[in-house]
């Protein structure tokens, strides 16, 4: 039997997922499609969507047809998601020998097969999820291996998109402009939503693609782990972390992550990093849960990176130096090791002594997410841009400061400033994105914004909901794909 697995660590609750994303099972490990997914039928049992060889559909399901391809033989098998309807699963094996590297490509039936998921060789059948697509379409795909010199290409399969929740979030479209993005937005609900879906996914189109469901309100941060297999996701206020597999139907919860809160770094090596919040008794720490859930405690008091108050709030992880940057409410950004030795600090309203010098702007008071460039240049979502006048401790607009830090000199120079008079006090989120634009988000506005170097909106996207009391967004990520490793 084949059982559905994520590379994340041991938790002690697992649920299967029905067909809206609620968990239908829980506190015992389950087979999370296994066998029945590998032979085209859906958890449940009921038959999924069969292929013919000649690429038609039935609705009736795949148990694995034989497929020609162009210098070699397939056997494929694919399935809905019974949890996601957007969601569709492969499964395949081929007579050619010595498969070296393979994925699977597709798009709208009709159109050019632009998306494409790689394959994990070392899964059982080949197994493949295809992300990212419409509700209620039609789609194709097509197999490629490559074995040394040799390459063989399936002939097309097609199947239609099961529909999207009524519930989803409704996400209004503006632009584009010249040179907008292409890819997809992962986003979370925020503070109190009206809803249930805690994280999505929508394309630049502003179609929702992807989603998951949790009874926890407050969902703020969520991140697909490095080989794009796991969703995880933590609360604004400490809860438990919370991971759901990107077909939808294994969600698990992290009682050894206890009052973890804001945000989530996903590792590498299969671990997750993250704040771990105050009690009467113990201060903020920063942990790290490993692949196999063992947790160790890398700051066991953020106190000594701020110099007093704590409000952690958002951090993500680089590579290149294995190293983290952690912002707090009203203090500072500090860049640290994963040893928790600090690299430097940037301050706020009250910057220590030892941050670096800020050039061409003022301390601000209130900022959440940032994104820090391979090129040494900081984006700070700035939550008091812009103070009331007439009450300087009272944030009056939200916006984004990008300064490019000199580590040698222990300088931090303003390079570009956007506002546009949004006011954002809890959240908000900034991303440099692949085109040079930047990716802001105001949380409690509901709305992200494209914006060009120049000032210029290129598109825009709006959570409607109708109550202006809640905050329509958490912390958000763009990618140009759903595969493949953490844009920042």
Not at 136 to 141: A, C, E, G, T
């Amino acid at each position: 039997m084949t059982s559905l697995t994520t590379n994340s660590a041991t938790a002690t609750t697992t649920a299967t997922l029905g067909s809206g994303g609620a968990p239908t099972t829980a506190g015992s490990s389950v087979d999370s499609g296994g066998s029945n997914a590998v032979s085209g039928t859906s958890a449940a049992g009921a038959p999924g969507g069969m292929a013919g060889a000649d690429g038609s559909t039935s609705t009736t399901g795949s148990p694995g047809v034989m497929v020609a391809g162009d210098t070699c033989d397939f056997t494929v098998g694919h399935t809905t998601s019974p949890a996601i309807g957007t969601v569709q699963i492969v499964t395949w094996s081929t007579d050619l020998p010595n498969v070296s590297e393979a994925h699977i490509e597709f798009g709208l039936t009709g159109a050019e097969l632009a998306m494409s998921a790689p394959v994990d060789l070392a899964e059982p059948d080949y197994r493949t999820l295809l992300l990212g697509m419409k509700g209620d379409r039609s789609y194709s795909f097509r197999i490629v291996a490559n074995s040394g010199a040799d390459t063989c290409t399936s002939a097309e399969l097609s199947f239609t998109t099961g529909p999207v929740p009524e519930e989803a979030p409704t996400i209004s479209k503006g632009g584009p402009g010249t040179g907008a993005s292409k890819g997809f937005i992962i986003a979370t609900s925020g503070l109190n939503p009206p809803s249930s879906f805690s994280v999505f996914i929508f394309d630049t189109d502003g179609d929702v693609v992807w989603w998951t469901t949790n009874d926890v309100q407050n969902i703020s941060g969520a991140r697909m782990t490095w080989d794009g297999k796991t969703m995880y996701s933590v609360c604004a206020y400490s809860n438990n972390a919370f991971s759901v597999s990107m077909d939808g139907m294994v969600a698990r919860e992290y009682p050894e992550l206890e009052r973890a809160n804001h945000d989530v770094a996903v590792l590498p090596d299969g671990g997750v990093a993250t704040m771990i919040g105050p009690t009467t008794l113990t201060p903020s720490s920063f942990v790290e849960m490993k692949a196999d859930g063992t947790v160790v405690t890398i700051v066991p008091d953020l106190q000594v990176f701020f110099g007093g108050y704590e409000h952690p709030n958002a951090v993500h992880y680089y590579p290149a130096d294995d190293t983290f940057t952690l912002s707090n409410l009203y203090s500072s950004i500090v860049k640290f090791t994963r040893t928790g030795e600090v690299v430097w600090r940037i301050g706020g309203e009250a910057p220590l002594d030892d941050a670096l010098e800020l050039v061409g702007l003022d301390p601000w008071r209130i900022n959440h997410g940032h994104h820090l460039t391979a090129d040494g240049h900081l984006l700070i979502y700035s939550n008091s841009l812009e103070d009331d006048p007439s009450n300087p401790s009272t944030p009056y607009s939200s916006g984004v400061v990008e300064v490019v830090l000199d580590e040698e000199n222990f300088t931090a120079t303003k390079t570009w400033e956007y506002g546009d008079g949004s006011l954002s006090e809890q959240f908000g989120d900034v991303q440099r994105l692949p085109n040079g634009n930047v990716l802001i988000t105001h949380s409690n506005v509901g709305r992200i914004l494209e914006v060009a170097p120049s000032g210029e909106v290129v598109q825009s996207f709006d959570n409607e909901l109708s109550d202006d009391r809640l905050a329509r967004f958490g912390y958000t990520t763009f990618r140009t794909s759903l595969y493949g490793p953490p844009p920042r």
